[in-house]
């Protein structure tokens, strides 16, 4: 067949020659307690389930594939990057698998590289694919004095200056995560907001993802408790 087959179900449709009152019949298959052993169809006219004629229930058509055995990896190798690397193994090709994981756990098989996403559906509502991986449409730029930890015995006051790139909405939906704002104040001419917000008491150090309409940035929160 010359064909790699990923993980997942396939239907293999054989014939042999035969009846019901002659052989060659199929191999029994017994699973101990159930009376459905499979899923088979066979085929008088038009598919159907393959059923056992006293009990009515589908049975199984057990088959072996035999192919040349291996000798070397490179006999195994089905030049695809998303399989994993083959390797042969006492006659057998072993597949590793997904070579993909973690941080970038989609397989990208047209570039051999693993990736964050392949497309829009792979990120979050607010995003999109960009080369593999998901971002925002623009980037905030956000100044503030230094947010330390272990300062935030009680809740501050902070300011925050903030612009974007070609796509900024000034107007836009703002979200500083677990920071709340109080007042904007809106500069049209420099594309600029002025946000004044309160830092919670407690807040632990960290980054924040932090957004205004369509563009994204984040807020470092430095220090220890």
Known sequence: MNQYF???TYWIDWMTDGSLTS???APPVTILGQTTTGNALHYTGSWAPANDT???TQQDMPFIIMGPRCETDEDCDDELF???IENCDNGTCIATGDPCGNGTPLCDEDNDVCVECLN???CTESQFCDEGICGFPCELFIKYKEIRAEKLTRDRTWVFTV???E???LFGLIDLGPITWRTVKFNARKDRLKIIATVPAGLAPGVYPVSVGECSGEIVVTGTF
């Open 163 to 165: 612009t974007g790139e």
């Open 82 to 84: 998303c399989t994993g």
């Open 167 to 169: 796509d900024f909405d």
């Open 54 to 56: 006293d009990l009515l």
């Open 23 to 25: 052989s060659p019949w």
């Open 120 to 122: 829009d559906d792979n």
């Open 6 to 8: 990923g993980p997942g």
